[in-house]
């Protein structure tokens, strides 16, 4: 089975604190992902990796920065946490593949962190 | 724009009643369709998957879905739910030409006992 492990579950932080926020997957993944969860607006997609050192902008990449230095392991970082940025953050990895290839875009989540920022 | 609409955010259904919930996406090229689901107070887990062959698929739980590449719709649809299946429900497209995958808003499921 794949794993995907965030390292909290919950986090409270101040206005202005750096935020770290990691993930783990163990089945070698090219592709890792960073998505927030907010009540009626679905999975919003911050940023995403497709291998090691490379990193693109989602959807709503401002105020996040990412860091992928090794295969298994994408942190999210948070420059100076802001209220607004209170969410539940989800990450996800899933195979890169060739087009075409079978179980392209399934993607594991992990448990989710909740994050909120006071 | 890359999109994925559903129809409802929120349905409200008794037991024994049956589900459809509807998913649109708006690629243009060839896409591999999901839904996953999330129960109260756990992740994110793959319900079912479209990537190819018989557009009616089956996953677990006896929830089935069918695209209708026609439509460009991939809706959700359960002949009897049970209260255990209230949950929140997302549907999923991924570009095979791309790297994302663009999540639908989400429609939340409660089913009464």
């Known amino acids: 089975d794949v794993k995907v492990t965030q390292s909290s579950r919950y986090l409270v932080k101040r206005t202005g604190e750096k935020v770290f926020l990691e993930c783990v997957q163990d089945?070698?993944?090219?592709?890792m992902f960073w998505y927030r969860q907010d009540p009626g607006l679905g999975l919003r997609l911050i940023y995403f990796?497709?291998?090691?050192?490379?990193?693109e902008k989602g959807d709503i990449p401002e105020g996040y920065s990412v860091s992928r230095e090794k295969k298994e392991r994408f942190s999210l970082i948070l420059e100076s946490a802001s209220t607004n940025q209170t969410s539940m953050y989800l990450c996800?990895?899933?195979?890169?593949?060739?087009?075409?290839?079978?179980?392209?875009?399934?993607?594991?989540f992990g448990q989710g962190t909740r994050l909120t920022v006071v | 724009a890359q999109s994925v609409s559903q129809h409802n955010h929120h349905v409200i259904l008794s037991e024994a009643a049956s589900l459809e919930l509807g998913c649109n996406y708006s690629y243009g090229g060839t896409v591999n369709l999901f839904w996953y689901v999330q129960y109260p107070g756990q992740h994110l887990q793959l319900l079912l998957k479209?990537?190819?062959?018989?557009?009616l698929v089956k996953g677990i739980k006896g929830f089935e879905a069918e695209f209708i590449k026609s439509k460009f719709s991939f809706n959700l649809r359960k002949p009897s739910v049970q209260w255990s299946d209230t949950a929140e429900y997302f549907c999923a497209a991924f570009n095979t030409g791309g790297f994302k995958t663009i999540f639908g808003a989400g429609t939340r499921l409660f089913v009464k006992a």
């Open positions: 996800a990895s899933s195979l890169l593949g060739i087009r075409g290839q079978g179980g392209v875009g399934e993607a594991f």
């Open positions: 089945m070698d993944h090219e592709n």
């Open positions: 990796s497709y291998d090691v050192k490379m990193k």
């Open positions: 479209y990537f190819s062959g018989d557009p």
